[in-house]
């Protein structure tokens, strides 16, 4: 079993910078990807970044020159760096790691971390 545990949310003003972690435990093997989604209230939940086992990263146009997705495999860690934040980047952020298991494909979530920002 996977385990993800994301920290680093919190309240910040619209320009500010915040840095989410999240550190995946458990019998881990066959990553294919680690993504950041997110999900405001009454929206749709969408992915914000990903990056590959050959370190590719992949981002939502809106964030794109804002944030960066990053990754420590020693820490077995993922980290979304987030800057010039926006009151629209208000959401629940979730981490996932996208496994390859016995010939399929499985995604493990985090339970979420509150990111809200004022204008």
């Known amino acids: 079993q996977v385990q993800l545990v994301e920290s680093g949310g919190g309240l910040v003003q619209a320009g500010g910078s915040l840095r989410l972690s999240c550190v995946a435990s458990?019998?881990?093997?066959?990553?294919?990807?680690r993504r950041w989604y997110r999900q405001a209230p009454g929206n749709q939940r969408e992915l914000v970044a990903d990056?590959?086992?050959?370190?590719?990263?992949n981002y939502v146009d809106s964030v794109k020159g804002r944030f960066t997705i990053s990754r420590d495999n020693a820490k077995n860690t993922v980290y979304l760096q987030m800057n010039s934040l926006k009151p629209e980047d208000t959401a629940v952020y979730y981490c996932?790691?996208?496994?390859?298991?016995?010939?399929?494909?499985?995604?493990?979530w985090g339970q979420g971390t509150q990111v809200t920002v004022s204008s």
């Open positions: 996932t790691v996208l496994v390859l298991s016995w010939g399929s494909l499985r995604e493990f």
């Open positions: 458990g019998r881990i093997s066959s990553i294919i990807a």
């Open positions: 990056i590959t086992s050959g370190n590719n990263t």
